[in-house]
């Protein structure tokens, strides 16, 4: 079953724009993460948060969670064309030790040369 | 460092053939995974294992089996290859806790049945 959900499915912006996608999802997390898919390649982790965080950085990249509303943000600054990619949340649902993920069905974000 | 590597990357197979995806990886990581990732649908967990010689099974199993014998290798064999099973299948590796430590992800297996 599908925890996260992306918005928006898909996103087209100019090189140099800034890129926000959100991700919701439905039961309590410990954690959630980002991952980018190059077309044709495996995922690429980008980023965890934990759930006592509410915003975390690396590079160009700027994640917030908001568990009151049970939603993330991933931001991607000064956009390139090798950041077009789809990009998904996936989160541990609370499972405790679990270990399964939960996958939204992604973002796909192409950045316009 | 390799890291995941998949073997083949691409695969045509017809209706009732059997074969396994090779799946490898490098970096000593206790727990290992196959995905399927369909449009519209995203990835669903196939199989996983927390350790050799321990496996479980996740949303989809029907059709797949494993079996992991070294912390290095996880090998998935299709029994009997039905259309509804062409997909991409990734293998995906954590050192423990993926949701933890996140995943590192080979390249792929692109298979299509006929």
Not at chain 1, 48 to 53: P, V
Not at chain 2, 6 to 18: D, E, H, R
Not at chain 2, 41 to 48: A, E, F, K, S
Request: with cysteine; hydrophobic share 30%.
């Amino acid at each position: 079953s599908q925890q996260g959900e992306e918005d928006p499915q898909a996103l087209s912006i100019q090189e140099g724009e800034n890129a926000t996608m959100n991700c919701s999802y439905k039961t309590s997390i410990n954690n959630l993460q980002w991952y980018r898919q190059n077309s044709g390649r495996g995922l690429v982790h980008l980023i965890l948060i934990r759930s006592n965080e509410r915003e975390k950085h690396s590079g160009r990249l700027r994640v917030t969670l908001d568990t009151s509303k049970k939603s993330s943000s991933l931001l991607i600054t000064a956009s390139r064309a090798a950041d077009t990619a789809s990009y998904f949340c996936a989160t541990d649902g609370n499972a405790g030790n679990n270990r399964k993920l939960i996958w939204g069905l992604g973002t796909s974000l192409a950045v316009n040369p | 460092n390799a890291g995941v590597t998949q073997t083949p990357k691409f695969q045509v197979l017809k209706t009732g053939q059997s074969m396994t995806l090779q799946c490898a990886q490098d970096m000593n990581h206790e727990y290992m995974s196959w995905y399927r990732q369909d449009p519209g649908m995203g990835l669903r967990l196939i199989h996983y294992s927390v350790g050799a010689g321990i496996t479980d099974q996740g949303e989809v199993p029907n059709g797949y089996n494993v079996s992991r014998s070294t912390t290095e290798d996880f090998p998935l064999r299709l029994l009997s290859a039905a259309p509804s099973q062409t997909s991409v299948y990734f293998c995906a590796s954590s050192y423990s806790q993926p949701q933890i430590y996140g995943y590192t992800f080979g390249s792929g297996t692109r298979l299509t049945v006929v």
